[in-house]
Nanobody
Framework: QVQLVESGGGLVQAGGSLRLSCAASIRTFSNYGMGWFRQAPGKERDFVAAISTSGGTTTYADFVKGRFRISRDNAKNMVYLQMNSLEPDDTAVYYC??????????????????????WGQGTQVTVSS
C-alpha cells in the first residue's frame, strides 16, 4: 500500500521560495514515476511537474518552467519540488502523486492526472502580493 505525505507548504511573499517534500511509504519506490499537481480553489487539479523512476528525466507545466525544479532521492524515498520566484497565481494546494503503471516502471513520464494511482493529502501554498 502506497502512502504519500507532503510537507513544506506555507505563506510566502511574491518572489520568494519554498521547497515542498513528499515522503513515500513504498517498498519499491524506485519503480514509481512521481509527480506534483496543484489545485486552486474552484479549479481543476493541474499538472505541475513529473520525474522518472531514476530521476534522470523531468517535465514541467509551461507555467512553472524555469521557476520550479522537481527532484527525488530514491535512497530516502523522497520527492521534492523547489519553487522559486513564486507568484500569487501559484497559490494552491500542492499534491504529490505516484505512478506505478508499466510505462512509469520503464522510465516514462506522465502529465495526466489519471495515470497516477496514489495521492498525498496535499500541502497549502499561499503566495501574497
Amino acid at each position: 500500500q502506497v502512502q504519500l505525505v507532503e510537507s513544506g507548504g506555507g505563506l510566502v511573499q511574491a518572489g520568494g521560495s519554498l521547497r515542498l517534500s513528499c515522503a513515500a511509504s513504498i517498498r519499491t519506490f524506485s519503480n514509481y514515476g512521481m509527480g506534483w499537481f496543484r489545485q486552486a480553489p474552484g479549479k481543476e487539479r493541474d499538472f505541475v511537474a513529473a520525474i522518472s523512476t531514476s530521476g534522470g528525466t523531468t517535465t514541467y507545466a509551461d507555467f512553472v518552467k524555469g521557476r520550479f525544479r522537481i527532484s527525488r532521492d530514491n535512497a530516502k524515498n523522497m520527492v521534492y519540488l523547489q519553487m522559486n520566484s513564486l507568484e500569487p497565481d501559484d497559490t494552491a494546494v500542492y499534491y504529490c502523486a505516484a505512478n506505478g503503471r508499466i510505462e512509469a516502471r520503464r522510465g516514462g513520464l506522465s502529465t495526466e492526472r489519471t495515470r497516477y494511482d496514489s495521492w498525498g493529502q496535499g500541502t497549502q501554498v499561499t503566495v501574497s502580493s
